[in-house]
């Protein structure tokens, strides 16, 4: 940053670069080391995706960034704002959409909105404007006077969006904001999503299982046992995987993989009964693995790498999207993490 710049204040000054930052960040319980020595920048007006497989770290990464857990060591600031020393100032940057659902289901929907922009001090005359931008943003204005309890899962999810931009927040974490929702409710949801950045000028830190959405994310960081593997834009990431993925389906797995890997020099991998490995030269390989094979193969097919591969890879494990809780239950610990959010 040049010399004319050094006026401004901190936050400014960063505004220029990343959002946030993360710098060997370390949370342990105990003997668990929940997040182990993590770092990662993310730029501003971007939709960063946070991927890992249950119990990686993701959601205490994020209750570190939202200010709702201290870290054992390392830093993390957003705006400039160090998320340990100065949270007052990092929350008023940031809203948050939790893993699971804490909206107050015995009020309307605009209930839990003005509740939140109290909270917020948002001013009076900019409350009722505020609250219906974002309940039309949504969707949901023309069902503002319902109850929360009479909603569909996607309906809440979508009003719990809505709450975390009222308060105008730089930063809007998501954890899981899909998750438990039917195929149609989980597009239409995303298609929200996805336009935040552009019409609230607001960053977006997000948690996924599922890899279509991650596809769409600026950046994205693979996490496992609390250990970032990789960030990278998905092609960056997919370039990782060094070439076309040949699956096969074989009478005699463990012989063909023995074969596969004698006849090229690669490892072969195995999930759900079907052979796989990765190849620069895709197309010119399958017809020697037929001929090496003879009759013993039941199929074959190429696939250019997806994300789903590039976490295979890098984790050994598969999204399962089917093993996380669903989102519609509120868990003590939510909200005893909500009330302290609130309190400031
Ligand atoms: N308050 C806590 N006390 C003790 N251990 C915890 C606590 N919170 C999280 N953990 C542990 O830390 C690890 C990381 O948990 P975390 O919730 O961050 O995972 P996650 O990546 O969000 O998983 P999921 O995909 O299931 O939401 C897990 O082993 C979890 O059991
Ligand atoms: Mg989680």
């Known amino acids: 940053m040049g010399a004319k710049y050094s006026y401004l204040p901190p936050f400014l000054l960063n505004s220029y670069m990343s959002i946030i930052k993360v710098e060997n960040l370390v949370k342990k319980f105990g003997n668990l080391t929940a997040v182990n020595d993590i770092s990662f920048e993310v730029e501003e007006g971007t939709i960063f995706g946070f991927l890992g497989p249950n119990g990686a770290g993701k959601t205490t990464t994020i209750n570190i960034l939202c200010t709702l857990l201290a870290p054992t060591s390392g830093r993390a600031s957003i705006f400039g704002f160090d998320c340990t020393k100065q949270s007052s100032e990092v929350r008023k940057a940031i809203g948050i959409v939790f893993q699971d659902m804490t909206l107050d289901k015995d009020l309307t929907a605009y209930e839990n909105l003005v509740f939140h922009a109290y909270l917020y001090d948002v001013k009076k005359s900019e409350r009722e404007p505020r609250i219906k931008d974002a309940l039309n943003f949504v969707d949901l204005y023309d069902r503002r006077n319902d109850l929360v309890k009479k909603f569909s899962g996607g309906m809440k999810r979508r009003l719990e969006v809505a709450r975390g931009l009222i308060h105008r927040p730089k930063v809007l974490f998501l954890d899981e904001p899909t998750l438990g929702l039917d195929p149609q409710t989980r597009a239409n949801l995303w298609d929200f ?59 005699d797995n463990k012989r063909a993989k023995l074969e596969i890997e004698k006849l090229f020099q690669v490892n072969v991998f195995e999930q759900d009964s079907e052979l796989f490995l990765t190849s620069l030269k895709g197309d010119a390989c399958i017809p020697e693995i037929i001929r090496a094979l003879g009759d013993s193969v039941l199929s074959v097919r190429l696939q250019r790498p997806t994300l789903n591969d590039v976490f295979l890879k890098m984790t050994g494990k598969e999204i399962r999207v089917e093993e996380v809780s669903s989102g519609d239950t509120i868990k003590e610990e939510v909200r005893s993490y909500r009330r302290k959010f609130d309190r400031g």
């Open 193 to 251: 999503i996805v336009d935040l950045p552009r019409k609230h000028k607001v960053t977006i830190f997000m948690t996924t299982h599922y890899m279509e959405e991650a596809e769409v994310c600026s950046k994205i960081a693979i996490i496992d046992n609390g250990k970032i593997i990789i960030v990278g834009t998905p092609d960056e990431l997919k370039k990782t995987i060094g070439g076309d993925v040949i699956y096969i389906k074989t009478s």
